[in-house]
């Protein structure tokens, strides 16, 4: 009988750990979801290059597909782009939600996306045509653009 208690009391210790380590995961996952959990608005007033695309000026749509995916979609249109970042510190301005855009003359990459209330920001990497810029021009501009929650 006390071999069978002890069998009893080991089984509610691993559960009992394994419902707060279950806890401490669903936690850690809401925190990170939320960095960029919402769909955000945003008004980009010039075109743009998007990863691989160049995207017209217009009303946008951003929203995290995945932890480093984010997909920026056109709402005027049926223009999509779907980006690879790279999460970085956000510098620790995070009251307002930008887009961050270099300027290279009368064209511009977009560089990062910045949510508000955040502690990390979705740097997108440089294309091969902005590095060739990059290269032959003075260092760029950094245009913000402000974002907005969707409604």
């Known amino acids: 009988m006390k071999r ?12 009992g750990l394994l419902l707060a380590v ?3 995961f669903s936690v850690a996952a809401t925190s990170a979801s939320a960095q960029l ?3 955000i608005q945003v008004r980009i007033p010039f075109a743009f290059v998007a990863g691989s695309k160049t995207m017209p000026a217009g009303v946008y749509s951003v929203e995290r597909r995945t932890q480093r995916v984010l997909m920026l979609r056109s709402n005027d249109s049926n223009d999509t782009a779907m980006l690879n970042a790279v999460i970085v510190d956000n ?7 930008r887009l ?4 290279y003359g009368d064209e511009y ?6 949510p508000s209330f955040s502690d ?7 294309t ?6 990059a290269k032959s021009s003075r260092k760029p501009d950094t245009v913000a653009v402000a974002m907005s929650s969707a409604r």
Do not use: H, I
């Not at 990459?109 to 910045?114: H, K, T």
């Not at 990390?120 to 440089?126: D, I, L, M, S």
């Open 37 to 39: 959990g919402n769909t």
């Open 91 to 97: 510098g620790g301005d995070s009251k307002r939600g």
């Open 109 to 114: 990459f977009l560089s990062a996306v910045v």
């Open 100 to 103: 961050l855009f270099n300027k």
């Open 128 to 133: 091969s045509q902005e590095e060739r810029l």
């Open 4 to 15: 069978t208690m002890s069998y009893a009391t080991s089984f509610r210790r691993a559960a």
């Open 120 to 126: 990390v920001a979705y740097r997108v990497p440089p």
């Open 22 to 24: 279950t806890f401490l």
